[in-house]
């Protein structure tokens, strides 16, 4: 194939010299020769080029060809770890298109534009990617030697909630993780619920303690609280007894899986990450109500209700929406020392909602 080019390339220049006049302020013969040698040279760059574009589109869709035969065997004869090799060929494939997205936004920010004026959604793409990047790192050096990924398979299908990001998960294993993080997460609103009632006792004004142990009771008996009752104690949450820096270890260490945190960890790392966690989620709030909760399509409102505390795959959109809005009246209303008050939060709305059924140790 690159000699026909080369050859019919050839030809033509020598036709299209025909045609041409030579060089008027050169010598006789010598003009011709030269302007016959650089168009020989010329048409050869381009058909060389042409010739190596045409073998690079040839061999990409051989590959293709070759690709989608084999996913058609797989999807025949082992249906179920084609669903494995689909979905880790999709999620590599959203892992590069958000480290594109991540590497735009940190170019952005570069020029002069800071973490809490993003847009929510460059924002969210942020802390996520942070969080994903945590996990995904090893999964990518794993994969990196060859026929590496079959090791990565074994892993995905083992323990596909342990070690893999949401990227690698199927549709239906995200619904069930999700769940089986939220009764993770479920599982500290009771010891919550009694730290603050062990510290209520601590309170001098006995207005606000009066006021922090009805809200208290009024969780545990399987009600949810109005955005009134949770703001009428904020005072307690800027600083002792319940302050970010005030607050037992032992109530810290209950906190840290509301936002999916260790609690192994020194008390004074546990605290500087709830407060770090705390502050960005208070920055999120605010970037969501420059854009309005409306402009959130039902998948992004979903998960917005799901980091914020509620399990919001079983709930309709109009009551995620609602709940969200009651989440953004109380965050909207706290300054950055009251952060503590927005992690209680959590468990004063998402506890009982929506069901409303009276709790049971």
């Given at each position: 194939m690159a000699l026909s080019c080369s050859s019919l390339c050839n030809h033509l220049s020598l036709v299209r010299l025909c045609g041409?006049?030579?060089?008027?302020?050169?010598?006789?013969?010598?003009s011709p020769y030269v302007s016959c040698q650089s168009r020989l040279a010329l048409c050869r760059h381009y058909s060389s080029s042409k010739v190596r574009r045409g073998i690079g589109r040839y061999v990409a869709s051989r590959l293709q060809w070759a690709n989608s035969k084999y996913e058609g065997f797989l999807q025949r004869r082992f249906p179920r770890f084609y669903l494995l090799y689909h979905t880790f060929v999709e999620g590599f494939k959203l892992l590069f298109q958000d480290t594109k997205e991540v590497r735009r936004?940190?170019?952005?920010?570069s020029s002069g534009v800071k973490f809490q004026d993003l847009p929510y959604r460059e924002m969210d793409k942020l802390r996520q990617f942070?969080?994903?990047?945590?996990?995904?790192?090893?999964?990518?050096?794993?994969?990196?030697?060859?026929?590496?990924?079959?090791?990565?398979?074994?892993?995905?299908?083992?323990?596909p909630r342990q070690?893999?990001?949401?990227?690698?998960?199927?549709?239906?294993?995200?619904?069930?993780?999700?769940?089986?993080?939220?009764?993770?997460?479920?599982?500290?609103?009771?010891?919550?619920?009694?730290?603050?009632?062990?510290?209520?006792s601590k309170v001098k004004d006995s207005q606000l303690q009066t006021r922090l142990k009805d809200l208290c009771a009024k969780v545990q008996n399987g009600a949810?609280?109005?955005?009134s009752e949770i703001l009428a104690v904020r005072r307690l949450f800027s600083g002792p007894p319940l302050g970010m820096k005030r607050m037992r270890v032992h109530h810290m260490r209950h906190i840290s899986p509301l936002l999916f945190l260790t609690p192994r960890l020194p008390g004074f790392l546990i605290g500087r990450r709830l407060n770090s966690h705390a502050l960005e989620l208070l920055q999120l709030d605010r970037a969501l109500s420059r854009l309005?909760?409306?402009?959130?399509?039902?998948?992004?409102?979903?998960?917005a209700c799901y980091l914020r505390g509620l399990n919001s795959d079983n709930l309709g959109i109009n009551q995620c929406r609602e709940w969200l809005s009651q989440w953004l009246q109380v965050s909207s209303s706290l300054k950055e020392s009251e952060v503590s008050l927005l992690l209680h939060t959590m468990v004063f709305l998402s506890a009982n909602y929506p069901t409303g059924i009276k709790w049971s140790r």
């Open positions: 041409l006049r030579t060089n008027r302020t050169t010598s006789g013969l010598y936004i940190k170019a952005k920010m942070r969080r994903n990047m945590i996990k995904a790192i090893p999964l990518v050096m794993i994969s990196i030697p060859p026929f590496a990924n079959y090791l990565v398979f074994v892993l995905m299908y083992f323990f070690l893999l990001i949401p990227h690698f998960w199927t549709p239906m294993q995200q619904v069930e993780f999700r769940g089986v993080y939220n009764s993770l997460r479920a599982r500290h609103h009771w010891p919550v619920l009694k730290g603050l009632e062990y510290t209520s949810t609280p109005k955005v309005g909760p409306h402009q959130l399509s039902d998948s992004e409102l979903k998960q």
